[in-house]
């Protein structure tokens, strides 16, 4: 079925450093791709999302790309902080409603 | 927008309780979802409502769990009798039906069951 399989963690940076994510997936057709964030204690936030390939999603200073041909939605930042530490969800939509998401990347940056 | 709000947002009870699981969607969003969270299974969707029907409850794992959504503003998830290891974080999203952010969903800050 339709699924992602992201990056295992957890992943620990210094502030400023680069961070990426990788995401892949696989789908009979054209899923929409999301990045979701979790705070530590809070419900999941959307962070960004693509809907078709090329799209690029961008928020906060994060970007992601959506690549058909390498069915890839990798999620970079170029200079992490400290209130970037979070749990992150790669995920994509399955029909008309259902989110199939990863099993979570933890990032911790310090400072 | 208050944004989707659940309650409580910690419950401690023993095995053979009743547990219930309160969500308000966002003012508006006609799509309800109900997931669970645990560190061994990630992310579960249990139910799905559409305009107060339940759509898909495929992922309800047992019949000792049920969940109602009687209008459009509350949902209720309810779990009798619990058990340990329905331990987990239960989260509530809702959906908008137009505009361009139907196809996401917006969390509540989930409730954190333990059951002992």
């Known amino acids: 079925g339709d699924s992602v399989t992201q990056m295992e963690g957890p992943v620990t940076l210094s502030e400023e450093a680069f961070l990426t994510i990788n995401c892949t997936y696989t789908?009979?057709?054209?899923?929409?791709l999301f990045w979701y964030v979790q705070y530590p204690g809070e419900g999941l936030q959307l962070l960004l999302k693509?809907?078709?390939?090329?799209d690029k999603g961008s928020n906060k200073g994060f970007e992601a790309t959506y690549r058909k041909e390498t069915t890839s939605f990798h999620l970079e930042k170029g200079s992490v902080q400290v209130s970037d530490s979070a749990v992150y969800f790669c995920a994509l939509r399955v029909g008309d409603y259902k989110l199939s998401f990863g099993a979570g990347t933890t990032v911790t940056v310090r400072a | 927008d208050a944004g989707v709000i659940q309650s409580p947002r910690h419950e401690v009870t023993e095995m053979g309780q009743e547990v219930t699981l309160r969500c308000k969607p966002i003012s508006g969003h006609n799509s309800l979802f109900w997931y669970r969270q645990t560190m061994m299974r990630g992310l579960e969707l249990l139910i799905y409502?559409?305009?107060?029907?339940?759509?898909?409850d495929s992922g309800m794992p047992e019949d000792r769990f049920s969940a109602k959504m009687p209008n459009a503003s509350f949902s209720t998830l309810k779990i009798q009798p619990s058990e340990p290891r329905d331990s987990a974080v239960y989260f509530c999203a809702s959906s908008p039906y137009r505009g361009r952010d139907t196809d996401t969903q917006y969390f509540g800050p989930g409730t954190r069951l333990t059951v002992l």
């Open positions: 409502f559409n305009n107060n029907v339940p759509i898909d």
């Open positions: 789908a009979t057709g054209y899923p929409s």
């Open positions: 693509a809907t078709k390939a090329d």
